[in-house]
């Protein structure tokens, strides 16, 4: 009996330091003892001097440790310094609470562009497509984290791709993927003028979306196409360069790391600069509709007589 009785009063000692209480000051979330609660303080504070792996298991960590980390994340979100702000937006994407959604949408308000693209990405992973443009503007973005980034999130929200390829050589076709995202987002929105304006502003050609369904309610707005000439080349002074082999960073989580820093801070994996003469199959071509059907299968490119 004494021994049953020593065993459970250890037991009971034993989950008092390591449960976390249910509410506390009217929070909705778990709130953590002193002992977690100090350490989840600690690295979010930390968090301006992590970089590249240190910085991506601290966040790893928060992620991990769950319910109980949101109000410091929260109180992340409003930190001085702009890196704890969109390490905190990554994080709670990671945790996928939506009860988070309303203090994202008011970081949205952020002047820092790189908060406002992380808590973007959060926010459309939470379901939130409203904040899609945000993401299909960073596709035209110089730096290729951000796009990758960008097109990673859009995709696995939306099940679409229309051949967008972060590392596409072709600044024509790359545009023609980017005006086929504005598309589908007129006609999820019904803002037409969103796909017009980038139409018009980069000369492009009609290239039909084909949403595959993936409409708002309510909101099926044709999109009107306005169709502008393509300027003519000029073949004596071609424009195109071939840029150096790049690097694509390959995440070992879904989402990707946060836009912190400038750089991506999960493991890379060479990317081999395709051959110049080579006919991408993989992209769509400005004068062709290829697109994807409802099974996720491409479609090839209808070619004129």
């Known amino acids: 009996m004494r021994i049953a009785?020593?065993?459970?009063?250890?037991?009971?000692?034993?989950?008092?330091?390591?449960?976390?209480?249910?509410?506390?000051?009217?929070?909705?979330?778990?709130?953590?003892?002193?002992?977690?609660?100090?350490?989840?303080?600690?690295?979010?504070?930390?968090?301006?001097?992590?970089?590249?792996?240190?910085?991506?298991?601290s966040l790893m960590w928060l992620a991990q440790t769950g319910e109980q980390t949101i109000p410091a994340l929260l109180t992340g979100l409003h930190h001085e310094n702009p890196k704890v702000r969109s390490s905190c937006a990554w994080v709670l994407g990671r945790i996928g609470d939506r009860r988070v959604i309303p203090d994202l949408q008011q970081v949205m308000k952020d002047d820092e562009a790189t908060v406002r693209m992380e808590a973007a990405r959060t926010l459309v992973s939470l379901g939130?497509?409203?904040?899609?443009?945000?993401?299909?503007?960073?596709?035209?973005?110089?730096?290729?984290?951000?796009?990758y980034l960008c097109h990673e999130a859009l995709k696995a929200s939306?099940?679409?791709?229309?051949?967008?390829?972060?590392?596409?050589e072709s600044k024509d076709q790359m545009m023609v993927s980017v005006l086929r995202w504005r598309q589908w987002w007129s006609e999820y929105s019904g803002d037409a003028f969103f796909a017009q304006s980038y139409q018009q502003k980069n000369h492009l050609d009609a290239q039909p979306a084909q949403p595959m369904g993936e409409t708002k309610p309510g909101t099926e707005t044709n999109v009107v196409p306005v169709p502008v000439p393509n300027p003519t080349p000029n073949p004596a002074n071609p424009t195109t360069e071939v840029p150096a082999i790049e690097s694509v960073t390959n995440p070992g989580t879904p989402g990707g790391a946060p836009t912190t820093n400038g750089t991506v801070t999960e493991p890379q994996a060479p990317v081999t600069n395709p051959t110049p003469n080579a006919t991408p199959t993989s992209n769509p071509t400005p004068n062709g509709n290829a697109g994807y059907n409802s099974n996720g299968a491409e479609t090839p490119a209808r070619r004129g007589n």
Not at 37 to 53: D, F, K, L, N, S
Not at 158 to 168: A, I, Q, R, V
Request: some cysteine.
């Open 128 to 147: 939130d497509l409203n904040w899609s443009p945000t993401l299909i503007e960073g596709l035209d973005s110089d730096r290729k984290e951000v796009r």
């Open 158 to 168: 939306t099940g679409h791709d229309f051949g967008y390829d972060h590392l596409n």
């Open 5 to 57: 009785a020593l065993s459970a009063t250890l037991l009971f000692c034993f989950a008092a330091c390591t449960t976390t209480e249910t509410t506390s000051n009217n929070s909705p979330y778990q709130q953590p003892n002193s002992l977690m609660a100090g350490e989840i303080t600690r690295r979010v504070e930390q968090i301006p001097y992590q970089h590249r792996e240190e910085l991506l298991q």
